[in-house]
């Protein structure tokens, strides 16, 4: 048995049947000639789940909507990777959670979700399903199984709970939730009814350092934009769960048109090559930056998760423990001051480039609390995104390069700090 990574430059694809070439070709087409009527006969039939295919016998392509070898061949590598039955692509990390949220939730349902979420995806749950008539409601790090299901019992009996969906670690301030205590919580909601599925989004830690499925996530969602693809230069999605969920997500793709196409599944495949690669470095970079900073004198406190400590806080820690390996490689630390010395950080950087998205080859960092979170408006506080907040996305340079350029601009700030713009 071969490791994961080791199989991430051939699975699923048979150089044979395309001339040797040891690359798998861009399928560049719209359509696909078929053998017979009766084998479109029968591909039609799986497409549309009237049929299920046959294990071992290749399905046949009909359109580039419905299947394509680049995509086929990408999503055979991407559950190998999440060690899951199977996987389906998305055109974006955002049309893999609003697919995932049409295809399971009907109006009149709750859903129970962490805090905070990604921007995108609090807009569709408050602004979109509200037209819908489908609920939300808020959960706490700290809620145990019980705790959820009361907090639901008590203020939404009426409501059929639809999905529980986390975001963990949650983006930018790395807050943990479990995925055990949500998986026991649904099946306490199974009690009355159908039992809900628990969806993962895995995008800001990455695939590698936690496995939602092996801790009771029915469903694992990415923004393949992020460290799937890892080099800023594509924007795509995933989903990855069992084989029966994951065939309804694709028919529902196939009729919302939201797959990605075959270049992007190229590039994406092309990315999978270095992704063990690209994330050791990138983890092991973000604890040398993180130690670092910690260390600054004008550095309040750094929010990565291998910096909980145990007694202070034993919560968070506890989660850790039970469900990441590693802490990853994208974290935010609170700066002394405010925003004024947050911007001039952030303004004096030169290698690290000032941008949002996370998880590439290179280097980013933003301001949380003006950018990427700006949509929390008064709720920025509750969640721990001040304005002397910095979230950072480190990458594959040298580590001693980047530590210098954060060296450089917390020069700046002190400068400033100086010259008469006091630092409180
Ligand atoms: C970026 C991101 C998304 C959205 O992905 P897109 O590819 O930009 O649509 C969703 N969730 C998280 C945690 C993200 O960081």
Redesign the pocket.
Known sequence: MLYPESKMMSAGYDPNQFEGSLKAPIFSTSTFTLKSCQEAKEAFEIAFGLKDSVPGKKVENIYSRLNNPNLSILEERLAILEKSEDAAVFS????A?STTFHQWLQPGDLVIHSAPL?G??YHYLKAILDKWNIKTIEIDPTDQAEDIYLKVKNSFEEFRVGMIYL?TPA?PTNTLYSIREASKAAEMFSETGEKPLVVV?N??LGPLWQKPLVHGADLV?Y????FLGGHSDL???AAMGSGELIREMKLLRTFMGNMPDPWTCWLIMRSLETLHLRMEKQCSNAETVAEWLSHHPLVEEVLLPSMLRPIQDSQQFKIYKQQCERPGSVFSFRIKGGEKEAFKFLDSLKMIKLAV??GSTESLAEHPYTMTHLDLFDDREKYGVTPNLVRISIGVENAEDIISDISEAMEKVETMAETGLVVK
């Open positions: 974006s990390g955002m049309a959670i990604y995108g995806t975001e983006n989004d995008t800001y969602l923004s393949a934009t992020k924007i795509a999605g998205s996370l």
